[in-house]
């Protein structure tokens, strides 16, 4: 039997690998006798040759008995996980929310506490073993929680559900259900359903709105505000409502999206008509009519800082230059519009114009002004235009029985809309060839009007009939929000709200609609769905929506 390693005797062949064509002499010479070289793996790229001193040890077993200690002796590594996902994990001086990871912890007991809101906090012990990962994943047990979710229509059924707990009722849900993801559904026949997905971690209330089928705008939240809520403004930025009260104090008050007030404006003894913000938001501007002056008013302390007297009477809209350093003002009595200059503060000019001027439209170029005149007095409603280099107005268009209210441009298209009260209807001009047509025609009594950033969808807000004795009293319809597509008037969807619609504005990314019911002191936020959306929508509920603005009883 031959040794390992040694070629037999009278073989012809060499041993290394496949090499028949070495010299025969070079294949007979033997080998010295004595330890064998080895050849160990690579290591870190390089080959290490190791040659054994003592004859039979396994050099490989021996790497691989090294390589096994050095893997007892490196840091464990440790995972944590937990549900909920955003609970909060500290495992020693470590912390992480809903996976701990940790590669190298050195052996030892650790503190772990496990917490968030709404659940039974954990705490517990960890022992780290050298050589041994540590995987561990713990559950947090929910608890208890308030739930209060009031439905409209009150015929709304609403169905929570959290984890096995479920609750249902008509018209709301009132009681506890264990902390973690809660589903609220809601349905009503004649309206589309809701679902609404919440982590209940502590009491809620909700309110849950529904929408009548067809409708594409989204009802966000109704709620109570200011007496008499005449204008609405939203800031720039979309995180606050501006709402005047018309004769009461506080003369503005700031509200949230769910309708939480945030801050209030006292204007003295008298409300406020209209509120309007600078570029940036850092300004805004009230017009008071009992005192025919506007304040100045710091978005952020909602102090007033400077109070400007228009030098007439009965103010009423206000409207920045495009610039921002003058202030047009309207004054309903005095028939004319005032100019003040922001940086002195002063009144520099008072621009006589047509009867009774409400809507006004500075224009980008900062040379016109275009003026919707009521005509209180004189019962015929007139759209003017005033030259601010010479201050002279001149009447473009006017009719017996109209009542221009509000303006809104759109001046990449060269387009002013005017709203009319008395003819229920918004009338459009060229501002090129200052001719004036027919828009379309809208609910009774259309009041303020805007128009989207995109300039494709015009809003209008629309009274309703008035009551035969007073306008002061609710009358025979509820008011209504009517969209047109900008270009062809053709109706996009309606909304019916309550008492007077009148105050109406939209926030500066197009996506939030704000309205008030002038009689029933009430706002109501919208989601607005984007304009591809509203075309294809078959005009929402405009061709049934007369059957619900006549109430009951009339």
Sequence with gaps: MPRDGYRPRGSRRDPRAGDPARPRAASRARRPRGPHPVVVGALAGALLVVVAIAVGVPLLLVARGAAGRAKRS?????????????????????????????????????????????????????????????????ALKPLPQRVSIAAHPAKTRITCASGDATRSATGGVQGSLPAGPLTVTAEA?????????????????????????????????????????????????GSQMWVTALVTQPSIEAYDRAGRVIGKVDLGRSGAVEVVFNRDGTRAYASQMQSASVFEIDTRTYKVLRTFRTKSSWTKVVALSPDGTKLYAANWSGDDVSEIDLASGECTRRLPTVDTPRGLWPTSDGKRLFVAGFG?????????????????????????????RHMVADEKRGVVFTSDMGKACVWETDMRTLQTKKFAGTDSHPNTIDLSPDGRVLFVSCRGANNPKSYYVPGPEWGS??????????PLD?????????????????????????????????????????????????????????????
């Excluded at 994990?89 to 190298?104: D, Q, R, V, W, Y």
């Design 189 to 237: 026949p004649g309206y589309s359903p809701v679902r609404r997905e919440v982590f209940l971690d502590g009491p809620l209330s909700l309110d849950v709105w529904l929408d009548p089928v067809g409708q594409l705008v989204r009802t966000v939240s109704a709620f109570r505000c200011v007496p008499a809520p005449k204008g609405v403004a939203v800031t720039p930025d």
């Design 74 to 138: 490196a840091p464990p590594s440790v995972l944590v996980s937990v549900v909920p996902t955003s609970a909060t994990i500290s495992l020693g001086k470590l912390s992480a929310t809903g996976e701990l990871k940790a590669p190298h912890v050195d052996p030892g007991a650790y503190p772990l506490r496990i917490s968030r809101k709404g659940f039974a906090a954990l705490s517990a012990t960890l022992t780290v073993t050298a050589g041994k990962p540590v995987v561990a994943s713990y």
């Design 494 to 554: 309606v909304i019916v709200g309550g008492n007077q619609c009148t105050a109406l504005d939209l926030s500066d990314d197009g996506k939030t609609l704000v309205f008030s019911d002038f009689l029933d002191n009430r706002l109501h936020v919208y989601d607005i769905p984007p304009y591809e959306e509203l075309a294809a929508g078959g005009g929402g509920r405009w061709s049934v929506r007369l059957k619900e603005i006549r109430k009951p009883g009339w």
């Design 376 to 404: 209180e007095q004189s019962l015929t409603g007139r759209i003017a235009v005033i030259d601010l280099a010479t201050g002279k107005s001149r009447t473009l268009f006017s009719q017996k029985g109209s009542a221009m």
């Design 481 to 490: 929000i009517d969209l047109f597509d900008s270009a062809s008037g053709k």
